[in-house]
């Protein structure tokens, strides 16, 4: 099956070819730009590429509400010129196949549970750490809508003792999660990027304490199987070590299953896909979408 998919990201769109089993026959980026002229580019990508289905995991908020007439639209983006673009639907007048939508999130969450490292398991979270922070769940083969979908990046944590800029910097909310822990405020709080601090300097503590409620609070609201921590910000590869353990003290035993207690190391991890997580769920969308 040949089919598209479309990575489309605030900064960068990935346009790819491959197949339901997330093998990528070809890819190609570019800057995401106004919509008129980036939609111009992921069409002259696709064009002649006979794919069968598109699928897009999408950067939000989205209506992904099916009875909704602006399903597969963004909604209320901070990229002004992207507010209620209909984008699943432009894309599928123009290309003439089904396409899929999900959020970035829920995308990636798709890729890791089927074909990376969740592979087999009914349950997965995923959370990218990058410039945002955003979460998707996976639960016996749906993705989490509900309402709207998961913000999971706004949730509301308790702030470091030694955090100098303790409300964070989000527009909406005093202590988010995004606000205190996206790439962005890291370089916001001190000054240069977080891939430019020193290994011993405290804001790896700090990063990984907000880290780490974000992993209790999602294993305690949702209970997933597994925990993919992705995004830039997890390159750092100090990070994720520090995560778990400071993950495993703050529940202190409390959910009672050896996964949390005995085997954190193969808990809260990589993603497998690495930085193809999304281009691979965004085919496994494409997929859905033919069913
Ligand atoms: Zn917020």
Not at 63 to 92: C, H
Not at 175 to 187: D, P, Q, T, W
Request: net charge negative.
């Amino acid at each position: 099956m040949r089919l598209g998919a479309l990575e489309a990201g605030g900064t960068k769109m990935v346009c790819a070819v491959g197949n339901e089993s997330g093998e990528i026959f070809e890819r190609e980026s570019f800057p995401t730009r106004d919509p008129e002229a980036t939609i111009a580019d992921i069409l002259a990508f696709f064009d002649g590429k006979d794919i069968e289905a598109l699928g897009v995991s999408c950067f939000g908020p989205l209506d992904l509400n099916e009875a909704s007439p602006s399903f597969g639209s963004i909604t209320t983006t901070p990229k002004l010129a992207w507010q209620y673009v209909p984008l699943r639907a432009r894309l599928q007048q123009a290309l003439r196949v089904p396409v899929g939508i999900d959020t970035d999130v829920n995308g990636a969450a798709l890729g890791e549970v089927l074909l990376g490292a969740g592979k087999g398991l009914q349950s997965l979270v995923y959370f990218t750490v990058g410039t945002g922070i955003g979460g998707g769940y996976y639960y016996q083969g749906k993705l989490l809508h509900g309402l709207v979908h998961p913000e999971m990046g706004h949730i509301l944590l308790r702030p470091h003792p030694d955090d100098p800029a303790p409300r964070g910097f989000c527009p909406f909310h005093d202590g988010c999660l995004e606000g205190l822990a996206c790439g962005l405020s890291m370089e916001r709080r001190w000054g240069v990027p977080g891939r430019e601090l020193p290994p011993e300097h405290i804001a790896w503590a700090i990063e990984a304490e907000y880290l780490a409620q974000m992993c209790v609070a999602a294993a305690v609201m949702l209970s997933p199987e597994k925990i993919v921590l992705g995004g830039g910000v997890m390159q750092q590869e100090r990070l994720l070590p520090m995560v778990r353990a400071r993950t495993h003290e703050m529940l202190n035993g409390y959910v009672a299953h050896p996964a949390l207690v005995e085997d954190i190391e193969h808990y809260i991890v990589a993603p497998a896909l690495g930085a193809n997580s999304g281009a691979v769920g965004a085919l496994l969308l494409a997929e859905r979408s033919l069913r």
